[in-house]
């Protein structure tokens, strides 16, 4: 007895089941690779998303390092002002204490009994205010904050050398006497020329 080859193999080789077979594994195929292209490109975002991360934790770190160092700094010069300025209260307190003392002694109005012995109580006073005015004076160079300090009352301002004018001099007098030079150098060349022929 013959069979027949599609009813034997319930019509699974027909030309439509293997029609639907590929036009499946297609779609299958298709499906399968829209999923790797979709984990390809998440694939690729997450490394973008890290190396984005990396960069900006590395810019995190270095301006974070540079707000604290300034921090820092700031900090610690805003105390050294402070401590300045509480050192320049101070003295100024100290130079007003003395100005009240000695305004109060009014050295015209002393009686010629009693001055002897008044003006003895008047010298250390005097004396003491001058010694602080002096030692307040004395210690510009240990601020850095202020320059009140540099210049005291009473004393001739230093003189500052002024650089502009200073080169301006010298340039002036380079070309004041170039011409001299230019003159004594024909000399002594002339000279130099008549002794060599005499």
């Not at 089941?17 to 195929?29: F, G, N, P, T, Y």
């Not at 805003?78 to 305004?103: F, G, P, W, Y």
């Not at 002024?162 to 080169?167: F, G, K």
Request: hydrophobic fraction near 35%; proline fraction near 4%; aromatic fraction near 10%.
């Amino acid at each position: 007895m013959e069979l027949n080859p599609r009813i034997a193999d319930g019509e699974m080789h027909s030309p439509e089941q293997v029609r639907q077979q590929m036009e499946a594994a297609r779609q299958q195929a298709e499906f399968y690779e829209a999923q790797r292209m979709q984990w390809e490109a998440q694939r690729r975002e997450l490394e973008e998303s890290n190396e984005k991360k990396v960069l900006f934790n590395d810019s995190l770190n270095e301006v974070g390092m540079k707000l604290h160092n300034a921090v820092r700094r700031l900090e610690k010069e805003l105390a050294s002002m402070e401590r300045e300025a509480s050192e320049v209260e101070q003295v100024n307190e100290c130079l007003k204490r003395h100005l009240q003392i000695l305004s109060s002694l009014q050295p015209q109005n002393w009686s010629t009994e009693g001055f002897n012995e008044r003006l003895r109580e008047a010298m250390p006073k005097l004396e003491r205010a001058a010694n602080d005015f002096e030692e307040a004076y004395s210690a510009a160079p240990h601020y850095r904050h202020t320059r009140i300090f540099e210049y005291k009352p009473g004393a001739e301002p230093r003189q500052r050398i002024d650089w502009a004018q200073l080169r301006n001099q010298l340039a002036k007098g380079f070309f004041f006497h170039l011409p001299l030079f230019f003159l004594m150098l024909l000399t002594w060349g002339v000279y130099l020329i008549i002794t060599r022929y005499s």
